[in-house]
């Protein structure tokens, strides 16, 4: 007499069990049904942390076949041990020191034009600027620049950086700018009206920064717009509120900081 299984699918229609990968640190997956993409950076009881290239979080469950791998569906279990610690960062994305104390304060300094400008500056850069000793100081407008530059006597031993708003082709920003000739200056600039525009609109969860009529104020045209209270001082805070690293500013004013920072420290 014949005995059958109590599983009547045939052969052929039956799923190959998914292979198991450990969950490690920086291990990129796709989860299956949702379509998000992300590293992993946590792995706890029966759950996975992925975060994606724009710095969003999510927590999935680790269930089987569950995740894609390089294009293949896995199975995504604990490791057998520990995974390697990531590195402490600092807002900025550098390596943080801990218990580093902050250098003497170099002879070079960093002007930056704008009170908002120089506070996201000091948020995002503070720790990477106190260890190397470099201080920020605020640029009231562009107009002082050629009269800040002549005071402070640049040289090889003190050289200078300049972080200016709006600087593009044919402005009045850019005229004044191309006038300090001195090497030992370096002037760069961001391309928007505004330093709010450096943020990203997903780290404020806008779909976009509003495009305000050409001759209206731009902060309180962007505050009518997205049904702010007409208060810019607060919502500026707001804004510098929702920023917690460099991964929620654009690259156009992370690339110009970098390159003051390493100027003024070379």
């Known amino acids: 007499m014949r005995s059958y299984s109590p599983d009547l699918t045939p052969p052929w229609k039956k799923r190959r069990p998914a292979p198991e990968v450990a969950a490690e640190p920086d291990l990129v997956v796709e989860e299956v049904t949702t379509g998000f993409c992300g590293a992993v950076i946590r792995c706890e009881a029966g759950t996975v942390t992925l975060e994606d290239r724009f710095g969003k979080h999510r927590v999935f469950p680790m269930e089987p076949r569950g995740f894609l791998l390089e294009g293949e569906v896995v199975t995504l279990v604990r490791p057998s041990s520990p995974g390697p610690v990531r590195p402490a960062r600092?807002?900025?994305?550098?390596?943080?020191?801990?218990?580093?104390?902050?250098?003497?304060?170099?002879?070079?300094r960093i002007y930056v034009e704008?009170?908002?400008?120089?506070?996201?500056?000091?948020?995002?850069?503070?720790?990477?600027?106190?260890?190397?000793?470099?201080?920020?100081?605020?640029?009231?407008?562009?107009?002082d620049l050629p009269?800040?530059?002549?005071?402070?006597?640049?040289?090889?031993?003190?050289?200078?950086?300049?972080?200016?708003?709006?600087?593009?082709?044919?402005?009045?920003?850019?005229?004044?700018?191309?006038?300090?000739?001195?090497?030992?200056?370096?002037?760069?600039?961001?391309?928007y009206i505004d330093v709010w525009e450096a943020v990203k609109p997903s780290a404020l969860g806008i779909g976009?920064?509003?495009?305000?009529?050409?001759?209206?104020?731009?902060?309180?045209?962007v505050c009518r717009e997205l049904g702010w209270p007409d208060n810019t001082g607060a919502a500026w805070q707001h804004i510098l509120?929702?920023?917690?690293?460099?991964?929620?500013?654009?690259?156009?004013?992370?690339?110009?900081?970098?390159?003051?920072?390493d100027f003024v420290t070379a």
């Open 90 to 108: 600092t807002a900025s994305g550098s390596v943080a020191v801990p218990g580093a104390r902050a250098r003497v304060a170099r002879a070079g």
């Open 114 to 143: 704008g009170r908002h400008d120089a506070e996201l500056v000091e948020k995002v850069w503070g720790d990477d600027l106190r260890i190397e000793g470099v201080v920020v100081e605020y640029l009231e407008g562009i107009d």
């Open 147 to 191: 009269a800040v530059v002549a005071d402070f006597a640049p040289s090889a031993d003190a050289r200078l950086g300049v972080l200016v708003d709006h600087l593009v082709p044919g402005s009045k920003e850019s005229r004044i700018a191309a006038s300090v000739t001195d090497p030992h200056v370096l002037v760069v600039g961001h391309p």
């Open 208 to 221: 976009s920064w509003p495009r305000v009529p050409h001759g209206q104020d731009w902060k309180t045209g």
């Open 241 to 261: 509120s929702r920023v917690t690293s460099y991964k929620d500013l654009e690259p156009a004013l992370l690339g110009r900081v970098e390159e003051l920072i």
